[in-house]
Every structure is written in structure tokens, then in C-alpha cells.
């Protein structure tokens, strides 16, 4: 039956954005916060690359999502449909919510359609991603069992969440293959849409090593764009030569194109001038450039940050500073965010290369005193299990 409610924060998504801002506001001493989230699992993503790889049992990234939602805060278990920036929200069971703040952030959609052949291939035996749960799982079973042929990874053009994750997979299966003894037997194809291995050049310049060592043959400038599952064929774009190329495989690992949900597309809230329909906000307040009681971070947000778990531990602190600012009369917002992101790429079974930078490109390490310019062991324990430790302990309770 439809509802009608009012809450003095609503939160759109119950994932790392909106658990982490949630848990900040109740800690400012903000008691009205509701969230509006269908899902009953929590997923800490970043574990499924590990899980695809081999080196994580996926039940580790999973949580009943009561588990995470702080005490205090009302759970609204329906699907948000529309929004009214002037102050509700509409849900799939015909609900109306009211608001006097807004937070969007209901994470990313996957456009498995986005490529032809890509959404039915999934289902078929040689194809798979790490990009859900099944799937990665999936995907470290076809890493094991293959001893020869060509495995091609590939990576989309556009933000993507993780996108360190389409190479750390790759980096994984051609180390684990290296132990097993085939990796000369093996043929490794990378495809990426940029022009270098990495945006900030201290980090490209390690992964050119890294890839040289697999002997990996990396496709710059490049997309993904036809897959022929039962065929075992995919075609290529090089955008750059304006050329195409098909490829036989033995396995391979597709990201799917990524976009806004397409109900959030279709509000007064998306990016006009961005078809992938992202809330339009200001980079570093986060707040609605048009609509001042709205907020959004993460991945639904259209700051050009890599949309990542490490920005959004920037980001949380930053909306609710400048909620709670709001709702206590300031008029300015305190609060600003510079584009902290963090991708820690694994680069072998055993290191990792914890690229950190800022909206410039510049590098923003957090342990100033170690080189994370270059791959290395210890980070490859803060990723397998220093990282879901603050995750699941601090993070999403709004301590760091």
C-alpha cells in the first residue's frame, strides 16, 4: 500500500556511499536519517578481483544488509523510481517520501547490453567478469582449468567503478599461470580505452613493467565492441588507428559498459550534457549545481574522480559536513573534496601498487614514508586484509 513519510535526510542506496554518510550524520548527532534500499545483502566489491583470482573465498564480501545499516537510521526496503528535487521521492511500491536533504547515491548500473553479444556470453562457458559475485567466482574456475590458448581482457571507455579491475585480473590469472608452469603457452591480450597503462605517469610507468614481465599484449586506445561467444571470437576498435580487429579465445574476462541507473537518467538531476545520466554535482561541495538540498557521491555522482571505495572515503565526511552545515543555518558549505582516489592495483598473487592521486594527477600517498610508486608486498596485505578490515569495522561505522 502506497505511504506517504518525511525524513530530514533521505538516503538513496545503502551501499559504501550511503552506510558511510548515514553513519557520519548519526555521529553529528543527526537522529531523522532513513535510507531507501531494496537489496537485503551488503557486497564489499573490491574482494571480488580477489575472488576471481583465486585468493579469496567469495563469502567474505558478504553481509545481511541489517547488518550495516547504523542503529538509529529507518530502513526503507523499496526501489526509488523518481525524484522531485523539490523535496520527494517516488518508489516502486507507490510510496512518497519527503526530504528536507537528499543524498544520491545508488551506485552504478552495469550495461551488459552495452556490447553486442556480451549480456547472452555471460552465460556461456568461456566467458565471465568479476564484476558480480557469481561471475568472479566463475571466472577463477576458468582461470584454473586453462593451460593453453588466448585469454583477452578487456576493459570499457567511460567511468567505470574499479578501474584498476579490468588489469588486476589479468595480472592475477598470468601470475597464477606463471606458478603452474603455461604462461608461454598462453596468449594474453589487454584492451584498454586509454592511451597509457595508467592517467598519473609514476603509476603507468610500473604497470609498463608489470606487463613486460607477463609478456601481455596490451591494445591501447581500444574497446571492446562485438562478442561472438559460441564462435569464440571478439572484435576490437582501435579508436585511435580507426581499425578493427578480431580476436580468437580460450577465455574472456569483459567489464561491461557503466552508467546511472536509467530511472535516475530520466530526472531533473542527471547531467544534461553527459548521456551516462550521472547526478550533476559540484566536484568538490558534492552538492546539486541547480538544486542546493541535494547531495550525491560515489558512484552515481559526476565528479571526475575514479569512482572507487577510497573516494568514497574522502567523499562521505564531505557531504555530511556540509548537510549538517545546512540544516544548522550556515549558509556557505564548509567542506570541500579534491579528488582523492585511490586504485590499489594487484599486480602479482603476492603485491600490489597503491596508485593514490588527486583531481590533478598528483600523487596523494598515505604512507609518505613508503614508496607505493612500486608494486609491492606489504600492500598486497593491506589489500587482502587491512582494507576489508577498515571497511567493515571503520568505514561503514563512520570512523574513517
Not at 585468493?55 to 542503529?71: F, G, I, T, W
Not at 580460450?250 to 557503466?258: C, E, G, K, R
Not at 560515489?298 to 575514479?306: H, M
Not at 573534496?337 to 596508485?355: E, H, K, N, W
Request: charged share 20%; hydrophobic share 40%.
Amino acid at each position: 500500500m502506497a505511504s506517504t513519510a518525511h525524513h530530514q535526510v533521505l538516503i538513496i542506496g545503502g551501499g559504501t556511499a550511503g552506510i558511510s554518510v548515514a553513519a557520519r550524520l548519526r555521529r553529528a548527532g543527526i537522529r531523522d536519517i532513513a535510507i531507501v534500499e531494496p537489496a537485503t545483502t551488503h557486497y564489499y566489491q573490491p574482494l571480488w578481483t580477489l575472488v576471481g583470482g583465486g585468493r579469496a573465498p567469495v563469502k567474505e564480501s558478504v553481509r545481511p544488509e541489517h547488518s550495516v545499516v547504523p542503529k538509529g537510521v529507518t530502513w526503507i526496503r523499496e526501489r526509488v523510481e523518481d525524484i522531485d528535487p523539490e523535496g520527494t521521492v517516488t518508489t516502486d511500491r507507490g510510496s512518497t517520501i519527503g526530504y528536507d536533504r537528499l543524498v544520491v547515491c545508488p551506485g552504478i548500473q552495469l550495461d551488459w547490453d552495452g556490447v553486442p553479444g556480451l549480456e547472452g556470453g555471460i552465460h556461456t562457458p568461456r566467458v565471465s567478469s568479476v564484476y558480480r559475485p557469481d561471475l568472479a567466482s566463475k571466472t577463477w574456475e576458468l582461470i584454473r582449468a586453462m593451460r593453453s590458448g588466448t585469454a583477452v581482457f578487456t576493459m570499457p571507455a567511460g567511468p567505470i567503478k574499479c578501474g584498476g579491475a579490468p588489469q588486476k585480473i589479468a595480472y592475477l590469472a598470468a601470475d597464477f599461470w606463471r606458478e603452474q608452469g603455461v604462461l608461454r603457452d598462453i596468449r594474453i591480450v589487454l584492451v584498454l580505452p586509454t592511451p597509457t597503462m595508467f592517467g598519473v605517469p609514476v603509476f603507468a610507468a610500473e604497470l609498463e613493467r608489470v606487463v613486460a614481465r607477463y609478456g601481455i599484449e596490451v591494445r591501447h586506445n581500444s574497446e571492446l565492441i562485438e562478442v561472438d561467444a559460441d564462435g569464440r571470437r571478439v572484435t576490437i576498435a582501435d579508436r585511435a588507428a580507426r581499425t578493427e580487429e578480431s580476436i580468437g579465445f580460450d577465455l574472456l574476462h569483459a567489464v561491461p559498459p557503466q552508467s546511472a541507473p536509467d530511472w535516475l537518467k530520466a530526472t531533473p538531476l542527471a547531467d544534461p550534457a553527459n548521456p551516462a545520466g550521472y547526478v550533476e554535482i559540484d566536484k568538490h561541495t558534492l552538492r546539486h549545481v541547480s538544486h542546493p538540498h541535494v547531495f550525491a557521491l560515489g558512484d552515481a555522482g559526476s565528479s571526475p574522480n575514479s569512482k572507487t571505495g577510497a573516494a568514497i572515503r574522502k567523499q562521505a565526511p564531505v557531504v555530511a559536513r556540509n548537510i549538517v552545515a545546512g540544516l544548522k543555518g550556515a549558509t556557505g558549505l564548509p567542506a570541500s573534496y579534491d579528488g582523492y582516489s585511490s586504485c590499489p592495483i594487484v599486480t602479482s598473487r603476492r603485491t600490489m601498487l597503491l596508485a593514490e592521486f588527486d583531481y590533478e594527477g598528483t600523487p596523494r600517498p598515505s604512507f609518505p614514508v613508503v614508496d607505493t610508486t612500486r608494486e609491492r608486498r606489504d600492500m598486497w596485505y593491506l589489500k587482502r586484509y587491512g582494507l576489508p578490515y577498515l571497511y567493515w569495522n571503520l568505514m561503514l561505522r563512520g570512523r574513517v
